[in-house]
């Protein structure tokens, strides 16, 4: 008896430990570059890259440590799709590409037709996923709305997004999708004050108050500090102290004032601001937190080399040609640096306003504009260069984020706008983006 239970316990460890989905398709007009499926795991990210036949077929086999939400990414055609993967699950995913012409610009669409398990879970991925909220509810349609009213309105959403989940077969799926449906709602809510709703609203403090805010594990801690900064506005000339003191006015728990405590130093050590020391003291007058004191000290060593008016750290960059240059070859101009990537589809979306900047300024002897890429596959890059045809200056940085101008400028994500004056000092690290409504009067007003 002993020897079958064993038996049946090594089996159920052994079917745990090969827990599988089976996905097979075929992709029409694919003309090649990376297919990945990825997958966020309780031990990080996990790529899986699919071989896919010269036909376009393919089946792949793929390990399963718990359902979760996939995405299946194709980067040369800048397209993707979600799906939900759970343990034996078989799927096939028929995908077509199509190119177009957009504005005299090639551009890839996709088609899937979805057939198998979990059919029901990509269509409501697809139909009903809770980002599209966030797109109908644009702050235009929320400002000057009463917050009971806006509240009502947006929970009756909801429970229509409820009901379809409930007809979706994956327990799994409802369990986690469920889960996530509850958050954004609270979020969904929490947007009514981040509009121009800024003035106090008994119905809406009354929803807040309703959150335990001294608890450490309530993820509405940075909301309600969010609301109260709102509602306690401080003087334009405060000094720093008087922010970290409103911590105190707000919250009983030392570990939650750490906390915040701890993310505003940072954020505002990264800015470089001239009181740097100022805000370093009322930091560490406020929190407890020993470890968070190391690292403050370490970004202020790092951030006040980085303060407006001082020198710009020296970096390599290169043309098409393979041509090195530096910014002391620049120098004698005001330089605003787009810092960019072919795959990044936010850098890609400042392109056409990067282009009307370039037409404003391009007989300008006072400033140039110039775009450096961190794209780590040379031939995409010159590839969009070749399909936009940019009149500005185009350089490549080829370590990437590994480069001198991602380690001198703590770059760790893009887009990323820089401007260094004509004498090689620091106007700003974090520019305006070429999309910014007042970008030309921002640039205008930093030209001496």
Same mark, same amino acid.
């Given at each position: $008896?002993?020897?079958?239970?064993?038996?049946?316990?090594?089996?159920?460890?052994?079917?745990?430990?090969?827990?599988?989905?089976?996905?097979?398709?075929?992709?029409?007009?694919?003309?090649?570059?990376?297919?990945?499926?990825?997958?966020?795991?309780?031990?990080?990210?996990?790529?899986?890259?699919?071989?896919?036949?010269? @036909?376009? +077929?393919?089946?792949?086999?793929?390990?399963?440590?718990?359902?979760?939400?996939?995405?299946?990414?194709?980067?040369?055609?800048?397209?993707?799709?979600?799906?939900?993967?759970? @343990?034996?699950?078989?799927?096939?995913?028929?995908?077509?590409?199509?190119? /177009?012409?957009?504005?005299?610009?090639?551009? +890839?669409? $996709?088609?899937?037709?979805?057939?198998?398990?979990?059919?029901?879970?990509?269509?409501?991925?697809?139909?009903?996923?809770?980002?599209?909220?966030? *797109?109908?509810?644009?702050?235009?349609?929320?400002?000057?709305?009463?917050?009971?009213?806006?509240?009502?309105?947006?929970?009756?959403?909801?429970?229509? #997004?409820?009901?379809?989940?409930?007809?979706?077969?994956?327990?799994?799926?409802?369990?986690?999708?469920?889960?996530?449906?509850?958050?954004?709602?609270?979020?969904?809510?929490?947007?009514?004050?981040?509009?121009?709703?800024?003035?106090?609203?008994?119905?809406?403090?009354?929803?807040?108050?309703?959150?335990?805010?001294?608890?450490?594990?309530?993820?509405?801690?940075?909301?309600?500090?969010?609301?109260?900064?709102?509602?306690?506005?401080?003087?334009?000339?405060?000094?720093?102290?008087?922010?970290?003191?409103?911590?105190?006015?707000?919250?009983?728990?030392?570990?939650?004032?750490?906390?915040?405590?701890?993310?505003?130093?940072? #954020?505002?050590?990264?800015?470089?601001?001239?009181?740097?020391?100022?805000?370093?003291?009322?930091?560490?007058?406020?929190?407890?937190? *020993?470890?968070?004191?190391?690292?403050?000290?370490?970004?202020?060593?790092?951030?006040?080399?980085? *303060?407006?008016?001082?020198?710009?750290?020296?970096?390599?960059?290169?043309?098409?040609?393979?041509?090195?240059? /530096?910014? *002391?070859?620049?120098?004698?101009?005001?330089?605003?640096?787009?810092?960019?990537?072919?795959?990044?589809?936010?850098?890609?979306?400042?392109?056409?306003? $990067?282009?009307?900047?370039?037409?404003?300024?391009?007989?300008?002897?006072?400033?140039?504009?110039?775009?450096?890429?961190? @794209?780590?596959?040379?031939?995409?890059?010159?590839?969009?260069?070749?399909?936009?045809?940019?009149?500005?200056?185009?350089?490549?940085?080829?370590?990437?984020?590994?480069?001198?101008?991602?380690?001198?400028?703590?770059?760790?994500?893009?887009?990323?706008?820089?401007?260094?004056?004509?004498?090689?000092?620091?106007?700003?690290?974090?520019?305006?983006?070429?999309?910014?409504?007042?970008?030309?009067?921002?640039?205008?007003?930093?030209?001496?």
């Amino acid at each position: $008896m002993k020897k079958i239970f064993l038996f049946a316990i090594l089996c159920l460890v052994s079917t745990y430990a090969i827990a599988q989905a089976r996905l097979t398709g075929k992709l029409n007009n694919f003309m090649g570059g990376n297919a990945i499926v990825i997958r966020l795991t309780d031990t990080g990210r996990l790529n899986d890259t699919l071989s896919v036949n010269a @036909d376009g +077929t393919f089946a792949a086999s793929l390990k399963i440590e718990k359902p979760g939400n996939a995405y299946l990414l194709f980067e040369e055609q800048h397209q993707s799709m979600e799906f939900f993967l759970e @343990d034996g699950m078989q799927a096939d995913l028929q995908i077509t590409f199509t190119e /177009t012409l957009v504005d005299g610009k090639p551009q +890839t669409d $996709m088609s899937v037709t979805y057939s198998g398990d979990n059919k029901d879970c990509y269509d409501f991925i697809k139909q009903n996923g809770v980002i599209e909220h966030y *797109k109908n509810w644009p702050f235009e349609r929320i400002n000057g709305m009463p917050f009971k009213v806006y509240r009502q309105q947006i929970e009756y959403e909801y429970e229509e #997004n409820r009901a379809k989940l409930n007809k979706v077969k994956s327990i799994a799926f409802r369990r986690i999708t469920g889960k996530e449906v509850d958050e954004q709602l609270t979020r969904d809510i929490c947007r009514w004050a981040w509009g121009k709703n800024k003035q106090k609203d008994a119905d809406f403090d009354h929803w807040m108050a309703s959150f335990d805010h001294n608890d450490p594990q309530n993820d509405m801690t940075y909301n309600y500090w969010r609301r109260y900064e709102d509602i306690h506005p401080l003087p334009a000339d405060a000094p720093a102290i008087a922010r970290y003191e409103r911590l105190k006015q707000a919250f009983d728990n030392q570990e939650i004032i750490n906390r915040l405590a701890d993310s505003m130093i940072q #954020n505002t050590l990264k800015d470089a601001p001239e009181n740097m020391d100022e805000e370093l003291i009322a930091y560490k007058a406020t929190s407890t937190n *020993k470890e968070g004191h190391a690292e403050a000290d370490r970004l202020y060593a790092h951030y006040s080399k980085l *303060k407006a008016g001082a020198p710009a750290a020296d970096f390599d960059f290169y043309d098409k040609t393979g041509k090195r240059y /530096t910014l *002391k070859d620049l120098r004698g101009r005001a330089v605003y640096i787009d810092c960019w990537a072919t795959w990044c589809g936010p850098c890609c979306a400042e392109i056409p306003y $990067m282009e009307k900047l370039y037409a404003h300024y391009k007989n300008n002897k006072k400033v140039e504009l110039i775009s450096i890429s961190l @794209d780590d596959n040379r031939k995409k890059w010159e590839k969009k260069l070749a399909e936009d045809k940019p009149g500005w200056r185009q350089f490549i940085c080829p370590d990437n984020f590994k480069s001198m101008l991602c380690k001198n400028y703590d770059i760790n994500g893009i887009p990323r706008f820089l401007m260094i004056d004509k004498k090689g000092r620091i106007i700003s690290l974090d520019a305006p983006r070429p999309s910014h409504e007042s970008i030309i009067e921002w640039i205008d007003k930093n030209l001496n």
